[in-house]
């Protein structure tokens, strides 16, 4: 890939970047993040990108960032070593170096991924077996090293117990979506590999991978850029004519001339420094996206605190809606469930079940009536609440419904901001803690948390950071069913996670409120 000039440019930038700044100068220089010992040693920190440049052709050849350990919630990550300019490309990655989903089924692109990950782990283990390291370099063994033992994901690592603790029955449900998936790629990988090293390869293809021209693709090197929504670098692709991507793709779907060119010239993953540069000693960092913490959660495993994009589901369909409606107005005087609830139990339970079915009846006119004003039910799943307001489709369909049929119970036309109100109210109570509840048990757990690991270092002091450092309790996928107790982590998580959700409902409760005082109807 190099010539034998360029070979040794990278070697004596390689001998420059091993003397490159010790630790506590990366710490003392600020930036986005206070870097802790241990942060891996040499080999730790330059082995995966020096591969990179030497044998994929990444470049420059002189790179200007090192791999470090950041702690233990975020794992490693990658800091400058040196002051980067503003817009400077940091590293750039051909994508034969990258394993992408392309040519696969869009439905089991994460099992494509982890089939390329599983393949390329078993030929670099065969090669070092067999003691051929150039075989074990081919494979992608500096990569292949340099991976965490897993990524907490709650569907492949939480317990029944533990994904309860998300409070949040649409999430566990998405979960449970999850982890059927994962039973299916069991099923489509299994034959040659353990359960537990496809929950490891799913763990990995699901947090480090984007999506790019409908493909996703895991480029190596820039997997190693952490979250923030101040991010101080970004990523980009850059396409060169008639290439495909990936190793695989040039190899299989091109044909051989495009294959060919796309060798000479192979599309590129980039990531930029921004607009204002990144210091030495800075962690350079990227926006994964302006996501809820929904995909945060089951994609990355972690629960961004205080995340601005945070959403709260209102109502899932129509149908919640309409019969919210129903219900709010029947609780205090709707004539269909208040009469005659004073029989003998027989008589009453009739009248219960008369009265049901007379709901749903009501019910199921109301959203046939809302789907004729404002478009097929499918178009209003999931309406939400944010931080700064409501989802469109939940104001459109609130105000269809609201425009029409029976108002509050005090028979005055309910407004949207007194709708709103009662629906906020609802769900919050329907939570088994307060927000107040979970602020104070994440501030006793985020101290336990502290605590333990600052044990952990100092178990640890005087050793390097080594993968295992990154491994939870347990690592392997919980079996439904079996009683343990909550691990300290996933219960930290699960508490910042649902706390996200409860801040969104009380701001479009405060919100409510105080249009209600203000006498307007939105
Ligand atoms: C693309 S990888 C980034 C590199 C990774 N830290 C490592 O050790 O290799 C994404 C993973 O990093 C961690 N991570 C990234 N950003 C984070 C954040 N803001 N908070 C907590 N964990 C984060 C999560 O484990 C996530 O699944």
Not at 227 to 249: E, K, M, V, Y
Not at 316 to 333: E, I, N, T
Not at 471 to 491: C, F, K, N, Y
Request: glycine share 8%.
């Amino acid at each position: 890939m190099h010539a034998a000039g360029e070979a040794l440019a990278v070697e004596a930038c390689c001998q420059r970047r091993a003397q490159s700044l010790p630790p506590a100068a990366a710490a003392a220089a600020g930036g986005t993040a206070t870097l802790q010992q241990p942060d891996g040693d040499q080999q730790q920190r330059t082995a995966l990108l020096d591969w990179l440049v030497r044998s994929q052709g990444a470049e420059p050849s002189c790179l200007k960032v090192e791999r470090r350990w950041r702690d233990e919630a975020f794992g490693w990550c990658l800091v400058a070593t040196a002051d980067i300019e503003p817009e400077e490309v940091i590293i750039s990655v051909p994508l034969t170096a990258a394993i992408t989903s392309e040519g696969a089924d869009e439905s089991r692109w994460s099992a494509a991924l982890a089939g390329q990950l599983l393949q390329r782990r078993a030929a670099a283990e065969a090669a070092a077996a067999a003691g051929d390291a150039a075989a074990a370099q081919r494979a992608g063994q500096p990569w292949l090293g340099a991976l965490p033992a897993h990524v907490d994901l709650p569907w492949l690592y939480w317990s029944e117990a533990e994904l309860a603790e998300l409070q949040d029955e649409d999430t566990i449900a998405e979960a449970r979506q999850f982890r059927a998936m994962f039973e299916a790629a069991c099923e489509e990988l299994g034959g040659a590999q353990s359960r537990d090293a496809v929950a490891w390869a799913l763990s990995l293809v699901h947090s480090r991978s984007f999506v790019e021209l409908s493909a996703h693709v895991w480029c190596p090197g820039i997997d190693l850029c952490n979250h923030t929504l101040q991010p101080n670098a970004d990523i980009r692709c850059i396409h060169s004519p008639g290439s495909c991507q990936g190793g695989a793709a040039v190899d299989e779907v091109c044909p051989p001339e495009a294959a060919a060119a796309a060798r000479q010239d192979p599309s590129r993953f980039e990531l930029i420094a921004g607009e204002a540069g990144i210091a030495a000693g800075e962690e350079v960092t990227i926006s994964y996206g302006s996501w809820p913490s929904d995909v945060f959660l089951l994609f990355f495993g972690f629960a961004p605190a205080d995340n601005p994009n945070d959403s709260a589901v209102l109502f899932y369909d129509l149908f919640d809606l309409a019969s919210f409606k129903l219900r709010s107005v029947g609780a205090a005087g709707d004539p269909l469930r208040s009469e005659g609830r004073a029989g003998h139990a027989e008589q009453a339970q009739q009248e219960e079940l008369g009265s049901e079915e007379a709901e749903w009846e009501a019910v199921a006119a109301e959203v046939q009536r809302l789907e004729a004003e404002v478009g097929p039910q499918e178009g209003f799943f999931r309406m939400v609440a944010t931080a700064n307001g409501l989802d469109a489709r939940l104001m459109q369909a609130a105000q269809a419904l609201l425009a029409a049929g029976r108002g509050s119970p005090d028979g005055r036309p309910m407004s949207l901001a007194e709708f709103l109100q009662r629906r906020c109210q609802q769900l919050l109570a329907a939570y088994p803690t307060t927000l107040e509840q979970d602020e104070e048990l994440l501030a006793r757990l985020e101290g336990q948390l502290a605590g333990q690991q600052a044990q952990q270092q100092s178990a640890t002091a005087g050793q390097q950071a080594s993968q295992q450092a990154f491994t939870p309790a347990a690592a392997a996928v919980v079996p439904d069913g079996a009683e343990q107790p909550l691990r300290l982590a996933q219960l930290t998580t699960a508490v910042m996670y649902r706390l996200g959700k409860k801040r969104v409902l009380r701001s479009t409760l405060a919100a409510a409120q105080a249009a209600l005082q203000q006498g307007g109807s939105s």
